[in-house]
């Protein structure tokens, strides 16, 4: 009796680690591309590397099926076992559902699926239009093919029929003694051995490759994890590493001044501002910034006869932490994003403020969905008089999956904005650099790999832009109006930058219109900054209070600081002139820090742990 329910167990054990292995594999194959680069080995090294942390997922999926198997052996009825069955067929479909929704995720934001990329399925529908019709069916048909196979299997391991004979006592009392035993066996398991501090993500990573180091780590363990640690987040406590009053010390000394002057760009006091937000630019498109040469000749004809900033870092790695960074020059949390809290979103700062008590027209275009991200709320909440989305304009507009691609969108900003009384504040979102990548336009690039469909749709962006601003500069408004050029984040190239590296949070900002002065015409401002601090620099341009930013810094300030502070997955990086330090608080193994003595890696750090400590206080507090 005591062998049968042992083994069992056992066999429900190795169901596990095979479904798991399956998954990964299939996780593997289908970023080749990538994960070749390591060798054909990699497959291999890969199922052997995660195993700890496939025993720990597997160690807490057991304590069902212990209790279960336990029931069923001391009742030997079908009841149990069929109630077994029902429970390793759920939680199946949940690791596989798991699994293969995060080659979808990862095909986006080049990062593992967790829990805060889960608050986007509250807004299901614009999630679905974001993924290509190839990637959908393709993560579906995996997760039936996976789930239909571990029916099967389980209906061989599994049984209807109960399991062993009529009991004596002293089976009895052998059945509980396993049972009381292997409690404790499972803790172990859970907690990756009798090691001090339990099993994490960074046990088992093993390679250079991140994709590789990704499909490495249990999904479900992951996202379990990221769960808990996200709850613990935000109790504020996780991220503190000094006293408050310190951090607020140094980070109060980051934003002081010696000087408040400012060098005015614009030949206007009150030129009416467009903000473009171009969705998911990278640097890398942009030659002007270190980027692939030709991609975006558009963008190079109007570097030439614009303000460029070279060296800006974005505040986050989604949109719904651009825009705020933007509009409000408020920090990326790194779990997630502030209005996604309406409770407190409401506290932020926005431009459109100032500019409407000082007489401003507003608008704002999106050629999607704006419920995605909260953004919508967002908007609205900072009363924009005009908001445009998709569901605004009449159904007969060809869309792609996504949305309104960018050739109309500008064409219908264009238009509206011929009708503004000025002076006017106007923004547009593209959305055409978003993945599923469905513009109708020729393929030009036939390089760049897993990247290919998002450079191509870069060329088509660039195509439209330079449109757009050949027509905009014969209107009667564009020489008293100023363009604010930037991303909302970064993306993924075939130059395979590490996502929390300052080379892949690094963007365009560029200022552009007939009311730039002609002396800043083509000139680059080398400075380092952060998208946060386009708020400041607009109210200081425009003679606005710039107090309510507290996080913003005047770019245009020769005597402000150089620095850029931004977030990723519960960590951070902060930049200045003497070095880089990255600090992931899920895997330390991958902290960095360029100081170049011990002392200015103490002060390098401090700056960045100070930022991300007051910013949770701030946020929380809010």
């Given at each position: ?40 080995s ?11 942390l ?8 057991l ?13 030997i009825a079908?009841f ?37 990329l ?18 959908l ?7 039936a ?15 209807d ?10 089976s ?16 172990l ?19 250079n ?6 499909a ?24 503190n ?6 951090a607020?010390?140094i ?16 030949k ?5 501002v ?5 969705e ?14 030709g ?9 030439k006869?614009?303000?460029l900033f ?31 809290q309406?409770?407190k ?33 967002y908007?609205?909440?900072?009363a ?14 060809p869309?792609?999956?996504l949305?309104?691609?960018d ?32 513009e ?33 500069k014969?209107?009667?408004?564009y020489?008293n ?22 080379e ?8 552009y219109?007939?009311a730039?002065?002609q ?9 380092l ?14 003679g606005?209070s ?17 620095f ?21 608080h899920?895997?330390p ?15 390098l ?14 946020f929380?507090s809010?």
């Open positions: 009796m005591v062998r049968r329910y042992l083994l069992s167990l056992i066999k429900v054990f190795f169901f596990y680690m095979l479904l798991f292995a399956l998954c990964r594999e299939i996780f593997l194959v289908y970023f080749a591309d990538q994960v070749m680069r390591n060798g054909l990699v497959f291999f090294l890969s199922l052997y590397k995660a195993i700890p496939d025993i720990s997922t597997a160690g807490y999926l304590f069902i099926p212990l209790l279960l198997l336990l029931l069923a052996n001391l009742f079908k149990w076992m069929r109630v077994l069955r029902f429970y390793l067929l759920t939680t199946s479909f949940l690791c596989a559902l798991l699994a293969m929704a995060e080659i979808g995720v990862y095909m986006e934001v080049h990062v593992k699926l967790y829990f805060n889960l608050t986007h399925l509250q807004h299901f529908s614009e999630l679905i239009q974001s993924i290509s019709p190839a990637l069916f393709t993560v579906l048909a995996l997760i093919v996976l789930c239909y196979v571990a029916a099967r299997v389980l209906k061989k391991l599994i049984p029929e109960p399991i062993g004979d009529r009991l004596n006592a002293f009895v009392i052998q059945l509980i003694g396993v049972f009381a035993i292997s409690v404790p066996l499972l803790v398991m859970c907690r990756g051995g009798l090691r001090p501090i339990p099993i994490n993500e960074g046990e088992v990573y093993f390679s490759n991140q994709c590789v180091n990704d490495t780590v249990n999904p479900l363990w992951s996202i379990v994890h990221s769960y808990i640690e996200t709850r613990h987040v935000l109790d504020g406590a996780a991220y590493t000094m006293p408050d009053a310190q607020d010390e980070v109060n000394r980051l934003f002081t001044v010696e000087k408040d002057t400012t060098i005015q760009l614009f206007v006091a009150r030129p009416n467009c903000v473009l937000i171009l998911s630019w990278s640097a890398d498109l942009i030659e002007s910034l270190g980027g692939y040469k991609l975006t000749p558009n963008f190079e004809k109007l570097i006869d614009g303000y070279t060296n800006i870092k974005p505040a986050g790695h989604v949109s719904d932490q651009g825009v705020p960074a933007i509009l409000s020059g408020y920090p990326a949390l790194p779990i997630g994003s502030a209005i996604n309406p409770g979103q409401v506290n932020l700062a926005n431009i459109n403020n100032q500019f409407s008590a000082a007489g401003y027209y507003s608008s704002f275009f999106f050629g999607g969905q704006l419920i995605y991200g909260n953004i919508k709320t908007i609205f909440r900072n924009f008089k005009q908001v445009t989305e998709q569901q605004n304009l009449p159904s007969s507009i869309a792609g999956r949305g309104i691609h050739s109309i969108m500008l064409s219908l900003w264009h238009d509206s904005i011929n009708n503004y009384q000025q002076p006017f504040l106007s923004a547009l979102f593209t959305l055409s650099t978003h993945a599923p990548f469905d109708s336009s020729p393929r030009l690039i036939d390089w760049g790999g897993i990247e290919q469909p998002y450079l191509n749709s870069a060329v088509y962006s660039d195509r439209q832009l330079g449109k757009f601003f050949e027509d905009a014969k209107e009667r408004w020489d109006t100023v363009f604010i050029i930037v991303a909302d984040h970064s993306h993924g190239t075939p130059r395979t930058y590490s996502y929390d590296s300052p892949f949070y690094h963007i365009p900002l560029l200022i219109g007939g730039l002065k002396e800043f015409r083509g000139v680059k401002n080398e400075r900054g952060s998208q946060t601090d386009i708020a400041s620099t607009l109210m200081h341009q425009l606005f710039s107090a309510p930013y507290r996080w913003s810094k005047n770019l245009m300030n020769p005597y402000t600081q150089q850029a502070f931004y977030t990723f997955d519960e960590g951070f990086g902060f930049v200045d002139t003497s070095g880089v330090v990255i600090w992931n899920r895997f193994s991958q902290n960095q820090n360029t100081g170049k003595t011990i002392p200015a890696q103490k002060t750090f401090s700056k960045g742990a100070a930022m991300l400590q007051v910013l949770m206080n701030d929380l809010k």
